[in-house]
Nanobody
Framework: QVQLVESGGGLVQAGDSLRLSCVASGRTYRPYTMGWFRQAPGKEREFVGAINWSGGNTNYADSVKGRITISRDNAKNTVYLQMNSLKPEDTAVYYC??????????????????WGQGTRVTVSS
């Protein structure tokens, strides 16, 4: 089992920046890929971005490309989601995800074996 704990969510204003963190613990066999999905109120969950083990391969959703950066610290089993120029439409619960392997970070929910409980981000206009 792998446990994922997200942090860093909160209430911000449009145009602000926010950094989410996710720490993985348990049977975090290496290499592994981590990433983020989000679910806005009344909408389906969607892929935000992911990063492979080395950090050399990232994948971002078109809706956030250019405004977000995903990075990781393997020594800390932690992945980060830096979000800039936040918009009200970024309001959502953000979920951290983990899976073993996956050199090419996938945008598909079914490729991720473990999910965090989520952290809420609210962007006011």
């Amino acid at each position: 089992q792998v446990q994922l704990v997200e942090s860093g969510g909160g209430l911000v204003q449009a145009g602000d920046s926010l950094r989410l963190s996710c720490v993985a613990s348990g049977r975090t066999y290496r290499p592994y890929t981590m990433g983020w999905f989000r679910q806005a109120p009344g909408k389906e969950r969607e892929f935000v971005g992911a990063i492979n083990w080395s950090g050399g391969n990232t994948n971002y959703a078109d809706s956030v490309k250019g405004r977000i950066t995903i990075s990781r610290d393997n020594a800390k089993n932690t992945v980060y989601l830096q979000m800039n120029s936040l918009k009200p439409e970024d309001t959502a619960v953000y979920y951290c995800v983990w899976t073993y392997g996956l050199n090419s970070p996938s945008p598909s929910e079914s490729d991720y074996a473990y999910w965090g409980q989520g952290t809420r981000v609210t962007v006011s206009s």
